[in-house]
């Protein structure tokens, strides 16, 4: 059960504060804010540290942690456990499941859904109206555009770029450095090593691994045959 959280509310109550509040390892101030739905089960309320800016009205569920710097935008939700670090960014208008991780500098997009247990890492950006399925891992400085789908148990390695429009299928691979043209479809289960360029509107079958470094023309269909015949 979320409970809802008033940006309004959280700036007037920041005075009230406590010198037990933690993140991490570090120690911070915190702000406590009024809230106002009915307790679930045995956590406790979210925690809103001192120098957070909540936008409007937004729902976090409880057990969650929003860090000093971090913005929670207008009509943002998160389920349970949720942490937000510091200089992170949940967008307007998404919906997050439970365990959502955003680490400090990420930025998940407005409009985007993204399931449970979802992790951004550091400065990570997933843009507007992206959705992520449970267990998707978006690793440091990694960019996914507009518009795409990542399923269940994707990862995208560190420095990946993934353009608009991309449809990446549960449990494939995308290694870093990885760039990805607009409209590319993975297969589930497909790996995908560092160093790959592929080109818009290609598409590569379930379970297929593309070699480090390779670079796949656009509009190709990748599969065990097509890699044969590369060499």
């Not at 290694?175 to 598409?203: C, F, N, R, W, Y």
């Amino acid at each position: 059960m979320n409970t809802k959280i008033s940006g309004i509310a959280a700036s007037a109550r920041e005075s009230a504060r406590r010198s037990d509040g933690k993140f991490g390892a570090q120690q911070h101030d915190r702000a406590d804010v009024d809230l106002s739905a009915a307790d679930t089960a045995d956590l406790p309320e979210p925690v809103i540290e001192k120098g957070a800016t909540m936008m409007g009205t937004s729902e976090l569920g409880r057990g969650s942690t929003v860090a000093k710097f971090a913005t929670v935008m207008d009509g943002a939700r998160t389920g349970e456990r949720a942490t937000i670090e510091g200089s992170a960014v949940l967008g307007r208008g998404t919906t997050a499941g439970d365990r959502l991780t955003l680490r400090e500098g990420s930025t998940l997009g407005g409009g985007c859904t993204a399931g449970d247990r979802v992790i951004l890492g550091r400065n990570a950006t997933v843009a507007r109206r992206t959705a992520l399925g449970d267990d998707a891992t978006i690793l440091d400085r990694a960019y996914v555009g507009e518009n795409c789908r990542l399923g269940d148990s994707v990862s995208v390695g560190d420095r990946a770029r993934i353009e608009e429009r991309a449809d990446i299928a549960d449990g494939a691979t995308i290694g870093a450095d990885v760039v990805m043209e607009k409209g590319v479809k993975v297969g589930k289960g497909a790996l995908i090593h560092p160093g790959v360029t592929i080109g818009q509107e290609s598409t590569v079958a379930p379970r297929t691994e593309i070699p480090k470094g390779m670079t796949v023309p656009a509009g190709t269909h990748v599969d065990a045959e097509w890699l044969r015949e590369r060499g």
